[in-house]
Nanobody, 121 residues
Framework: QVQLVESGGGLVQPGGSLRLSCVAS????????MGWYRQAPGKQRELVAS???????NYADSVKGRFTISRDNAKNAVYLQMNSLKPEDTAVYYC???????????????WGRGTQVTVSS
């Protein structure tokens, strides 16, 4: 019923920048919070940033001042601008959103399949 598709990952040198995008599609009635998580090899998945429907943003301490989350409600999209990237930012980044679909109207968590970000020289 709903698909979240991430794009924008890749290989970047330390200090570089990347912009991740995620677009939700399907029989969407409404979207509340949207966000990005990441999972590095051998580590648990962790919250990177989230943004409410009212554009209130929340960041992990490790990315504050370097990453910026934003959303475009008209496009059902969320973005993550990542600057001053460090090797420890290397991970698979997952998009998530609280979405209600037509005929159900309950808000449930939906996840994308992830996009790889590698920070290395």
């Amino acid at each position: 019923q709903v698909q979240l598709v991430e794009s924008g990952g890749g290989l970047v040198q330390p200090g570089g920048s990347l912009r991740l995008s995620c677009v939700a599609s399907g029989s969407i009635w409404g979207i509340n919070d949207m966000g990005w998580y990441r999972q590095a090899p051998g580590k648990q998945r962790e919250l990177v940033a989230s943004i409410s429907s009212g554009d209130s943003a929340n960041y992990a301490d490790s990315v504050k001042g370097r990453f910026t989350i934003s959303r475009d409600n008209a496009k059902n999209a969320v973005y993550l601008q990542m600057n001053s990237l460090k090797p420890e930012d290397t991970a698979v980044y997952y998009c998530t959103a609280d979405i209600a679909v037509y005929s159900d109207y309950r808000y449930l968590d939906w996840w994308g399949r992830g996009t790889q970000v590698t920070v290395s020289s």
